[in-house]
């Protein structure tokens, strides 16, 4: 395999980088006193998806650490072409600019950038100084003030910009400590995918390549905010808040994809949480590691009866799901038998257990195994079976109001605002995980060209442990 030539300031010692691939536009790629810095670096204020107005853009290089800048509505999506690496250093901010209104108005067809990714794609974030992608009109910007809002005025779900789109055949996408907002505007009509409809917040789809998503905050999205339609992937600690307006899940995993799904928190989804279902014909088989998740008011704006609010095997998908927490979503666990007009999921090689459910009324109770579903009662099970009593085994987060007010609309309880599920000292939950299996672990740890760590099964339900691991934000 080809690869770029390294150097390193300061006589540090030569690695290479693997996924990419030499051509007659050679990138030397350097890592200064602590930043890693590809190419040339983009001069603070660039337009990225436009040069002397051109309609769409090539970009490659290293956007630098603590600048800012911009993808315009007016022009097509910046593209990161194949054998490229465009590199995010920590505090970059990425405004997407446009006029709210009119033909042109930022999100509608033609006025949605985004980042197609063709090459390779780091944004190297931290937890002190991480990156940003968002609208800069304010006016634009969901109000949390107004939390809980109606979602059909609420602009989290509007949709203004494409999102980060892998091709076919791209290079790895990594993602550490970004906050990405306000995704899912229109694709234009010449779109490879999903023409003329509103895109996925992040969609990769190369069986080859690795896919990494670690500590970051993803807010707002029309529709899914992540797909995976082929590649291994790494979803760890990261926070989904109100995604999908009247479908999407917080992650679809479909076939040729292979990961892990572990201590992430996701508040106020449409669709399903997380999905495996084996669509599109791709090898291997989709399979997910679903563990130690907080999964919180999920499934109540889905179109579909029956699906959606927290974990989905269906349709060929396969997996494992431990350590769970399912609180207040439309549905439990849901294991498709194929009695539906959808496949069955590979029931064979499906492993669940050691799910923590809640629900404050019966109509969340009695869907903790849901109806038309083949999920059964497994081992290590907290308010397991559907006549469980509405309250039972509250989990007893920090600060989160459970049971909550008679008052409540759970479609709009899609908020984090200044909420905390970490667990109170005295919590059921503690000690109550299962930890005697390993994730699969399929993306190498490397703090830049991988996964900067694998989080191991925890002995505490859900996204937070007692000492202090798992979900960082």
């Known amino acids: 395999m080809k690869i770029f030539k390294l150097h390193y300031l300061l006589l540090l010692p030569v690695i290479y980088l693997s996924s990419c691939s030499k051509s007659s536009n050679d990138q030397q790629i350097q890592i200064s006193g602590q930043e890693f810095h590809?190419?040339?670096?983009?001069?603070?204020?660039?337009?990225?998806?436009?040069?002397?107005?051109?309609?769409?853009?090539?970009?490659?290089?290293?956007?630098?650490?603590?600048?800012?800048?911009?993808?315009?509505?007016?022009?097509?999506a910046a593209t990161i072409n194949t054998g490229d690496t465009l590199v995010i250093q920590s505090g970059v901010k990425v405004y997407i600019i446009g006029p709210a209104t009119g033909a042109t108005a930022i999100g509608t067809q033609e006025h949605a950038p985004g980042i197609i990714v063709n090459g390779t794609l780091l944004s190297l974030g931290t937890k002190e100084n991480p990156n940003l992608f968002t609208v800069q009109n304010a006016a634009l910007k969901s109000d949390p003030t107004?939390?809980?809002?109606?979602?059909?005025?609420?602009?989290?779900?509007?949709?203004?910009?494409?999102?980060?789109?892998g091709g076919l055949t791209s290079g790895d996408i990594i993602l550490k400590w970004t906050r990405l907002e306000y995704l899912g505007g229109l694709t234009p009509a010449n779109s490879p995918t999903r023409a003329t409809l509103d895109s996925y917040g992040v969609f990769f789809q190369n069986p080859k390549a690795n896919f990494v998503l670690e500590?970051?905050?993803?807010?707002?999205?029309?529709?899914?905010?992540?797909?995976?339609?082929?590649?291994?992937?790494?979803?760890?600690r990261n926070t989904f808040e109100k995604v999908g307006f009247s479908a999407g899940e917080c992650?679809?995993?479909?076939?040729?994809?292979?990961?892990?799904i572990a201590y992430n928190v996701a508040i106020g989804g449409t669709g399903n949480c997380f999905k495996s279902a084996n669509a599109g014909g791709l090898s291997p088989q989709a399979n997910m590691a679903c563990y130690n998740n907080t999964m919180v008011t999920g499934g109540y704006r889905q179109q579909k009866a029956g699906e959606g609010g927290s974990l989905d095997?269906?349709?060929?998908?396969?997996?494992?799901?431990?350590?769970?927490?399912?609180?207040?979503?439309?549905?439990?666990?849901s294991v498709l038998g194929g009695s539906g007009t959808t496949p069955a999921a590979d029931t064979a090689n499906i492993k669940y257990g050691y799910t923590y459910n809640y629900g404050d009324n019966t109509s969340i109770t009695t869907q903790f195994l849901p109806l038309g579903f083949i999920t059964k009662v497994q081992t290590g099970d907290i308010n397991a079976g559907n006549n469980t009593t509405p309250g039972a085994n509250n989990p007893l987060f920090v600060n989160y109001p459970l049971p909550a007010a008679a008052n409540t609309q759970f479609i709009d309880a899609d908020y984090i605002g200044n909420f905390n599920f970490k667990l109170q000292s005295n919590s059921p939950a503690i000690g109550k995980g299962y930890i005697n299996f390993a994730p699969y672990a399929v993306v190498r740890v490397d703090k830049t060209f991988g996964v900067t760590e694998i989080t191991l099964p925890g002995k505490d339900i859900g996204a937070y442990q007692m000492n202090g691991t798992g979900n960082q934000h």
Request: charged residues 20%.
């Open 38 to 76: 590809a190419g040339s670096y983009i001069q603070n204020g660039d337009t990225l998806n436009s040069k002397n107005k051109s309609n769409g853009r090539a970009i490659k290089g290293t956007l630098k650490a603590g600048q800012t800048y911009y993808l315009s509505s007016d022009y097509a």
């Open 215 to 236: 500590d970051c905050w993803l807010y707002g999205s029309h529709d899914d905010m992540i797909r995976v339609a082929g590649g291994k992937f790494e979803i760890m």
């Open 146 to 165: 107004k939390d809980p809002q109606d979602p059909n005025t609420d602009p989290a779900f509007k949709g203004y910009w494409g999102g980060i789109q």
């Open 313 to 333: 095997f269906e349709n060929g998908g396969r997996g494992l799901a431990y350590n769970n927490f399912i609180i207040n979503c439309a549905y439990g666990l």
């Open 251 to 260: 992650v679809n995993i479909k076939s040729g994809s292979v990961g892990d």
